[in-house]
């Protein structure tokens, strides 16, 4: 018998994302906006879903919260950790697990946060009703997300339209930066929702020197570039219509990447 489909899904997720770690200086001034946007305060016990290189995870600790950081892919855990001791922050919890299946017992955190983390997670009711059972009665969540009509949003889609297609019932990541999408999908969880927005700086000398970056970084597009590895005329065209659609957000030798920011309380 075959393996469960999202089962699989989550395993290519897993090493899809093993090489994100060079990200961590472009994604830490998000985490420091998050945190202060979740009201993060000295003393809560805090989970951050998809923790990745431990970013949101560490800043919320220099709070003096008490943290906790989930992540499915061991790689990513393992540079969570040494960001941690490097920071001098050895009471941080680290967690190789998975966002549709949090290994927590009900009711044990007042704060979950993810940062381009939960919206991964293939399943947005599961994901969102496991973060909701591991919050304290009036616990807050609070999370950015990539909005669909901005670069990454429009990246990923890029992304999705050239690789094979996810499990049936798989929800597209940018979903998660539409609010209206958004408040349907918290509505039976929390309370109305507050938005806000940002926008992360992304240095390149060139729209080139950004792609190379993302294809030996960022997994989905590593992935990409490796699928075409036989066939250079496609890959050639796909970096060319890549380019083209970076170009516009490209300014000063800076990738403008704006994102959603989310914050609601539980029932």
């Known amino acids: 018998m075959s393996q469960d489909p999202f089962a699989e899904f989550k395993n290519r997720q897993r090493e899809m994302w093993s090489t994100f770690a060079p990200t961590a200086m472009f994604t830490t001034p998000v985490a420091g906006q998050l945190v202060r946007f979740?009201?993060?305060?000295?003393?809560?016990?805090?989970?951050?879903?998809?923790?990745?290189?431990?970013?949101?995870?560490?800043?919320?600790?220099?709070?003096?919260a008490r943290v906790t950081g989930l992540d499915l892919t061991p790689e990513l855990i393992e540079a969570a950790g040494e960001n941690a001791r490097i920071a001098g922050l050895e009471d941080i919890v680290w967690t190789e697990g998975d966002a549709e299946n949090l290994p927590y017992a009900d009711a044990s955190?007042?704060?979950?946060?993810?940062?381009?983390?939960?919206?991964?997670?293939?399943?947005?009711e599961v994901a969102i009703a496991e973060m909701r059972r591991v919050l304290k009665p009036g616990g807050r969540i609070a999370f950015a997300t990539w909005p669909p009509e901005d670069?990454?949003?429009?990246?990923?889609?890029?992304?999705?339209?050239?690789s094979p297609p996810p499990p049936a019932g798989a929800s597209p990541p940018p979903q998660w930066g539409n609010p209206g999408i958004v408040a349907e999908r918290l509505g039976p969880h929390f309370e109305a929702p507050f938005f806000g927005r940002?926008?992360?700086?992304?240095?390149?000398?060139?729209?080139?020197?950004?792609?190379?970056?993302?294809?030996?970084?960022?997994?989905?597009?590593?992935?990409?570039?490796?699928?075409?590895?036989?066939?250079?005329?496609?890959?050639?065209?796909?970096?060319?219509?890549?380019?083209?659609?970076?170009?516009?957000?490209?300014?000063?030798?800076?990738?403008?990447q704006n994102y959603l920011l989310t914050r609601a309380r539980a029932r």
Not at 42 to 60: F, H, K, W, Y
Not at 109 to 124: C, E, I, T
Not at 204 to 216: D, Y
């Open 38 to 64: 979740a009201q993060i305060e000295q003393g809560e016990s805090v989970l951050d879903v998809g923790t990745g290189t431990g970013v949101v995870a560490v800043t919320a600790a220099r709070r003096g």
């Open 198 to 256: 940002g926008t992360m700086q992304f240095p390149a000398l060139s729209i080139e020197h950004f792609r190379l970056f993302l294809e030996r970084s960022v997994g989905p597009m590593r992935k990409l570039v490796e699928n075409l590895a036989g066939d250079p005329q496609k890959l050639a065209a796909l970096r060319a219509e890549f380019d083209a659609m970076a170009g516009p957000y490209y300014v000063d030798n800076v990738v403008q």
């Open 151 to 162: 670069f990454v949003g429009r990246m990923f889609a890029f992304i999705g339209r050239n």
């Open 109 to 124: 955190f007042d704060v979950v946060l993810s940062q381009f983390g939960h919206m991964f997670a293939p399943r947005p």
